[in-house]
Structure formats: C-alpha cells, structure tokens
C-alpha cells in the first residue's frame, strides 16, 4: 500500500537525516548553554581570532542607537516584526554557534521581509544598517520568498561597532532569491554573522557576499534544502588589507535528493597580518541521489606577510550522485600575465590592477545582474585605486 | 625611420645547474622599412632573443647591447620598451581572466600613446581590425585568450600589431600551429603593417611555409645561440630544399 511506504520512507528518511554525526557543523541549539564561550580550540573557531572580537561573544544586550537602519527600495515588503519561534521565525535558522545564538537572544523582534507568491520584483529590495563607534548590536532578519516570487534582497552593511547578524531565509518552491550581503564596515568593525537558507522544491537561490571593510569579519552562510530539485549558487568575494580578518564559512547540506549548489569565493590580500580564511564545507546524505555540487575558492597573495587559509571539506554519504568537486588555489600574481600585458605598454601598476581587476570581474559577470554587477564593478576599481600599489620588475 | 641595432648580445638564463648561456654573441641590424627571417631549429636560441629584447625578467644579459635609434633598450622597462616601439607578438599568448580584448587593447594604446584614443574613430578600428582578421565584433567581449582556439590567439596578436603600431614588430613563430588560411589571413595582417611607412619586422620562425606569404628582405639561419649564415631570400630556398642538417653537423 502506497500510504504505508511513503510513511516508512519518511520515517526512515527523517532517521537517517537525524543520525548523521557529522564533524563538518556542530549541534544546533537556541539554548545559548549549548553554545559555551569558545576558548578557540574548537573546530568552529579555531581560525577565529576571539581576543579581538571586542565583546560581540559577550551575553549581554546590545546597546540602544547601536544602528541606523535603512531601507532600500520598496518598503511595502518589510511586513513587520516577529518574536522567537514565530513562523516563520525559526523555519529555516536554528543557531549553530554562540554569535548566533546570541543574535536570536537578545534580537527579540526579527524584521520580517515577504515577498507574496508570484509576486517579480524588478527592483531590489533591502536595509542598509550603519553601525555606530564603540556600541554593539544585535539583528535577526527573516526574509521569506513566496512560492514562484522572484526578488533581490540587499543588506548592506557598514559604519562600525560591534554586530552579531542573523540572517534567515526561507525560499518558497519554485521561487528564485537573491541575497547580496555587502561588507564594507569601518575598520575598527567587528561583525559575526549566520545567514541560513532553506531552498524549497526546485527553488532557486543565490547569495552572494561582498567583503572589503572591517577590523573582523566572520560570516557562515548555510544552505539546506526543503524538497528536491533546489539550485543554490553561493558567490563571494573579499579584499582584507593589512590587520583585517575576513572569515566565511560556508555550508551546503545536501539533504534531498537532485539539488545543486555552486560554491565560488574569491579573494586577494595585501599588507601585513591580513588575513582570510575560507571554510567549504559540503555534507552529501544517503538520501541526496543525484545531486550536483562544486566548490572553488581563490585567493591572489598581493605582499609579504599575508595569510590566506583556504579548507574544502566534502563528505559524502551515497555515491549515486551526478557530480562532486572542488578546487582550491592560493597564488601571486602570475609574473606571464603581468610581462604580457606590460610587453603592450602598460605599466606594471596598471597591469597588477588589471589582473585583478579580471579575478574579480570573472566572479562579478556571474552574478547576471547587471546594476549590481556595475556596482560591484564600481566598488572593486576603488578598491583597487586606493590599494594596489606597482613594483619595478 | 628607426633601427633596431643588436651587437654582440650574450643571455644566460638560470638552471638547476647554474647559469647556462643560449645566446653567445648575436649581432643583427634591422632597419626600418626592412624584414629580416631568423631560422633554425628547435632549441637554437630563437625565441630567447625575440623574449630578451622584450625584456623577460627569466633572462638574463650577460654582455652586448640591443639599441632602437640610439637608445638603451636594455636599460629599459618591459612597459617603456614597449612605448618606445617595439612589440612581440609571442609563440604562447597569456590569458588574462576577466578582462576584456576591448579593455585591454584601450588600456595598451592608451600607455602607447599616452592619451587615450578617441573613443569613436577607436571603436571602429578595433572593429575593422578584428574584422580584417577575421574576428567577430562579439571577440572584443571575450577575456584576452582565454577559450581562444591557436589561430585565434595569433590573429589577436596580429589585431594588436595593427592597432598598437610599433616601429619594430618582433614575430616569435606567429605561423606555428596555424592552418593555412589563418597562416593567410595572420600573413595579409603582417603585410599590412608592412607596407606603412619605416616599420621594421623580425619575423623568428621554425619553418619555410610563411615565408611564402611574407617575404623577408634577408634571413638568418640561427644555430647554437649564433647567426651561422646571413643571406637573401634565396637562402630560405636553400633551408626549403636541405633543412638545418648541414648547419647541425659542424655544431659542437
């Protein structure tokens, strides 16, 4: 009978994705007990520099007037507030570190962003939040995508303080979001943040970080799936200066059957003590059949005295799958690209700017958007004009 | 009018074992209005000459003097050598990801010039001269090389010769890997640049075949990191019927 296998599938299913010990992501829990102050030996922090996190770990409420909160676009999307364990607050986010943990704590009312079902949205929608010297905040954000909607969700970030950011999303099936997370805090900034999506049946999503400002900057994106045929495309890329750390971690559970996700972050470095660490993590389940994931992470070592790490980590639990991969480089600058380009003339500086200006922009092009690929285009050139200084060869 | 004057140049680069010397003392002239064809084999120093005047950081110079009308090339950056007017158009062309032909071949004739072009007649000589290649307008959009087939990566270099317009063109085996009509159309692009006023070609190369297509005013038969015999056109004949055994036999 029909009704009693899918019953024994699902229950079996449930088992086997409730069984799953993996070293990849730790126990998630809203009990902020669960989530002790690390001491930075743990898996999940041991790349973190915590002496410098300035109290963003400390359980205490944030101060009051910590941000300024714009909004981008149109308004009407940003419904109203919900408390914890109001739906669908807690549908896709359940904390799996403290930072987290803490952002839900003490972030009572979550800002809630719903895009109705079938609703296109031409133009992108967002918050601009500018936070404030010497004081801490705390945010939780829930951005919901009604089933075939398709929209842009831009959080921007910037000023400085010390913020802890939950992001949640829940995309409906068939939907296609967008969420372009921007990081271009001061930089004395410190900013903790877990972004969680949960990608419906043959639902589309893309997040794409853009890191360039802050004293530490730590995101973990995540992504699981709600049903089959899901496609996440995780994009990001970073500039850290001397002094900065920039940390993203990402995770793709792949926890139902024929969904995708792409992975690719690039990065480059310059100056003493800068440093980037990049975490792909990719769990494959026994019930994930035919899936499809690749993860790529690049980073250009500008100077002496940089650190880039750079750790893929795949675990696969069923070979009855379509594709698994991933690639990971750390590299100078290419001395043939720079004597091609300065063998027609162009100086060694602008040859430097140039190369990076294409490691960039073969991210940027991928993004299919093209006011915010002019944007991030735009955004990359200052970057580079301010910080990519040439050598004699 | 311009010469390019190459007296007694001496290169090493370095190897597991120590510096090894592959130029030992070559001596060439080219002056404008001329094309000079250097020949030889494998492994003869060729394409360590072509990349030494460009100034490769892997090369280094051990004696003698590469001059363009007078001034220290030498001395000279790789960028600076090519803003005073030479350019190689290079055996292996490196991609650069990410960024454009049209992008780059603005930011190369702007450092040429140093000014940039004027954006209405340049668009239309980037296109006429992808166009005279046999490049698509849609070429311009695609990352310098990268996903370029072999012949295509040769027209673009010839597209540059065109448009950036040195003095002296140093041509490292632009014929290699090429089929017949793109050794045509590569060839036609060469004579062009010809047949504008003063310019001077040093055309390296491994085989015979393109030499029927750009004729050279004198070729040079290169072997163990030396000119071995100067001559007319007529010696590439010679070279066509006998290939380089004679020359390799009394090599040391």
């Known amino acids: 009978m029909t009704v009693t296998a899918d019953a024994r599938d699902a229950v079996a299913s449930a088992l086997e994705v409730d069984h799953v010990e993996s070293h990849l992501h730790p126990v998630s829990s809203f009990d902020l007990a669960d989530h002790p102050m690390p001491t930075g030996r743990e898996e999940i922090w041991r790349f973190t520099p915590l002496k410098r996190l ?96 398709r929209a842009t969700y831009v959080l921007d970030h910037r000023g400085s303080g010390v913020h802890a950011g939950n992001v949640e999303v829940v995309v409906g099936d068939g939907a296609d979001l967008t969420v372009v997370t921007l990081q271009d805090w001061d930089d004395d900034a410190v900013h903790v943040g877990t972004h969680e999506a949960v990608v419906g049946r043959d639902a589309r999503y893309r997040h794409i970080a ?69 975490i792909g993590n990719v769990l494959i389940r026994k019930v994930a059949e035919g899936i499809e994931t690749y993860e790529e992470n690049r980073n250009l070592v500008l100077t002496d005295g940089c650190q880039a790490d750079s750790v893929p980590n795949l675990e696969i639990e069923t070979g009855e799958i379509e594709g698994a991969g991933h690639a990971s480089a750390t590299a100078r600058f290419d001395d043939e690209q720079l004597f091609y380009l300065r063998s027609r003339g162009v100086s060694d500086e602008e040859s430097r700017r140039l190369v990076l200006h294409g490691f960039f922009q073969d991210l940027i092009r991928k993004i299919g958007l093209p006011e915010l690929e002019e944007k991030l285009t735009a955004a990359v050139e200052d970057e580079l004009a301010r910080n990519v200084a040439g050598k004699q060869l | 009018m311009s010469t390019l004057q190459i007296t007694d140049l001496q290169v090493s680069v370095d190897t597991e074992d120590g510096p090894k010397e592959i130029l030992k003392g070559v001596t060439l002239t080219i002056d404008s209005g001329e094309t000079h064809a250097i020949m030889g084999p494998n492994g003869s120093g060729k394409s360590t000459l072509a990349y030494s005047i460009a100034g490769h950081p892997k ?143 040093l055309l390296i190369t491994h085989y015979t075949r393109i030499l029927r297509y750009i004729q050279p005013d004198r070729v040079h038969v290169f072997v163990d990191g030396k000119v071995a015999e100067s001559g007319g056109p007529e010696l590439a004949d010679k070279l066509e019927a006998e290939g380089y055994e004679s020359y390799l036999s009394v090599a040391p």
């Open chain 1, 54 to 149: 300035a109290g963003a770990l400390d359980d205490a409420p944030g101060d009051t007037d910590a941000l300024t909160v714009e909004t981008i676009g149109d308004a009407s999307y940003v419904v109203g507030t919900l408390a914890p364990g109001q739906h669908p607050r807690g549908a896709s986010l359940v904390p799996d570190d403290r930072a987290s943990a803490l952002a839900c704590l003490h972030a009572p009312e979550a800002v809630h962003v719903r895009v109705p079902a079938d609703a296109e949205l031409d133009e992108p929608i967002g918050h601009r939040l500018t936070g404030a010297a010497g004081k801490r905040s705390h945010r939780h954000t829930v951005i919901e995508a009604g089933t075939h909607s």
């Open chain 1, 210 to 278: 853009v890191t360039f400002g802050g004293s530490v900057v730590r995101t973990s994106s995540n992504v699981h799936y709600a049903g089959p045929g899901g496609d996440a495309e995780l994009l990001g890329l970073y500039f850290a200066d001397a002094g900065q750390h920039f940390e993203h971690r990402l995770f793709v559970d792949h926890n139902a059957p024929r969904t995708k996700s792409n992975v690719v972050y690039k990065g480059a470095l310059q100056g003493e003590r800068a440093r980037t660490v990049w």
């Open chain 2, 59 to 201: 090369y280094t110079i051990t004696g003698g003097s590469v001059t363009l009308d007078g001034e220290d090339v030498l001395a000279m950056s790789v960028d600076e050598r090519a803003r005073a007017g030479l350019f190689l158009a290079m055996q292996y062309p490196v991609e650069v990801p990410g960024v454009s032909v049209a992008n780059f071949l603005r930011t190369a004739k702007t450092a040429i010039d140093g000014e940039a072009p004027k954006l209405r007649t340049w668009v239309k000589d980037v296109n006429g001269a992808l166009e005279k290649l046999n490049l698509d307008s849609s070429f311009s959009a695609r990352s310098v090389n990268e996903g370029f087939s072999g012949g295509e990566k040769k027209r673009h270099e010839i597209a540059q010769l065109e448009l950036l317009d040195p003095k002296v063109a140093i041509l490292d085996e632009t014929d290699s890997g090429l089929d017949i009509d793109a050794l045509k159309v590569v060839s036609e692009g060469v004579n062009r640049f010809r047949e504008r006023e003063g310019k001077g070609v």
